[in-house]
């Protein structure tokens, strides 16, 4: 597509529940990556994802968070058992290749956890 | 914890004058620096990037500088718009991972 594509814009769960979140990158675009940004907060970066290679998974704040990629394109952020603290603005972003690009974001999935 | 921060947290400026929002990086093996829009709402949009072998680059309205002695990059705004009103991140490539860090970012407000 034109952009990166997220899906919802709007989430609202109940505590406790698991949520999923997709990205759709750029066609071509080797890298994906997701941030969490809190309100009014800088971007905390979680997990990305280049080419075949093993994601990097060391933003990940907790075993409730995972994150796949299939077929090298889409890509889906679930958060498990949700907590208030997750509430937050999930930002996709994709690249050609990783590292010394810039990256083109999605308009992110504002989660709200109640 | 993060290595990239802004001096000032708030701006505003008058409309028609030259903005400037600075960052402080700490990662001397950066090598790539990236500046961000970020309008309420929507995702950070892509504004200019500078890469470590450069100490300057202009782009429309905006030029980015880069001193990599104290390691400071700022962003300078030329007659500066309302529809400038945003949010603006600085972002380094420590070079040793694929992910950009970003700091916590600057509310430019122009008064019109």
């Known amino acids: 597509g034109a952009g990166v594509s997220q899906s919802p814009s709007n989430k609202v769960t109940e505590k406790g529940k698991d949520v999923e979140l997709r990205c759709d990158p750029i066609?071509?675009?080797?890298?994906l990556y997701w941030y969490r940004q809190s309100l009014g907060q800088g971007l905390e970066f979680l997990i990305y994802f280049q080419g075949n290679s093993a994601p990097d998974k060391s933003g990940l704040p907790s075993d409730r968070f995972s994150a796949e990629r299939t077929g090298g394109s889409v890509s889906t952020l679930t958060i498990q058992r949700t907590q208030q603290e997750d509430s937050a603005v999930y930002l996709c972003?994709?690249?050609?290749?990783?590292?010394?690009?810039?990256?083109?974001f999605g308009s992110g999935t504002r989660l709200t956890v109640v | 914890g993060e290595s990239v921060g802004l001096h000032l947290p708030t701006l505003s400026v008058q409309e028609g004058d030259n903005s400037i929002i600075n960052c402080a990086y700490s990662?001397?093996?950066?090598?790539?620096f990236i500046w961000y829009k970020q309008e309420s709402g929507k995702g950070p949009q892509f504004i200019i990037d500078i890469r470590s072998n450069m100490d300057k680059r202009q782009g429309q309205r905006v030029t980015v500088l880069l001193n990599k002695t104290v390691k400071h990059l700022s962003l300078q705004i030329a007659a500066t718009q309302p529809g400038d009103s945003a949010v603006y991140f600085c972002?380094?490539?420590?070079?040793?991972?694929?992910?950009?860090?970003f700091g916590k970012g600057t509310k430019l407000s122009v008064k019109p």
């Open positions: 972002a380094e490539n420590p070079g040793s991972q694929g992910n950009l860090i």
């Open positions: 990662n001397s093996a950066s090598d790539y």
């Open positions: 066609s071509g675009h080797t890298a």
């Open positions: 972003a994709s690249s050609l290749i990783s590292g010394s690009y810039g990256y083109t």
